[in-house]
């Protein structure tokens, strides 16, 4: 297990489906390491060997959706997402699209 996942798992308390997500992040990468100019198409074949129920990115580029239950922490898993790329990959700019909260709408 990659050591910026026990820390962020540890730092932030994931719940289990947080820190399994991380874990499918931390997987994903391995098999399809961050960077430009890699082709789409055979990333997307090496990830759905793990996991099938990868069908498309949606863009030109790896693009992934964790759904997880009402009220599990999906912002905190945002987070540790973010926490993640950064200490583990060096990325340091990100854009997060999703839905409003009802309070926002």
């Known amino acids: 297990m990659n050591r910026h996942v026990n820390a962020i ?3 932030l308390s ?6 399994r997500s991380l874990e499918i992040l931390d997987r994903i ?3 399809a390491p961050p ?5 789409v198409a055979i ?9 099938p129920s990868v069908t498309d990115f949606e863009r ?3 693009s992934l959706c964790f759904a997880l239950a009402t009220g599990v922490g999906k912002t905190r898993l945002m987070g540790a997402f973010i926490s993640y ?6 990325i340091d700019n ?5 839905a409003e909260p009802d309070h926002l709408q």
């Open 43 to 51: 990333l997307l074949k090496a990830i759905r060997s793990e996991f």
């Open 9 to 11: 798992a540890g730092r």
């Open 60 to 62: 030109d580029f790896p």
């Open 14 to 19: 994931l719940r289990h489906p947080q820190r």
């Open 85 to 90: 790329l950064h200490l583990a990959h060096g």
């Open 94 to 98: 990100f854009f997060c699209a999703g």
């Open 29 to 31: 990468t391995e098999i």
């Open 35 to 39: 960077g430009k100019g890699a082709d």
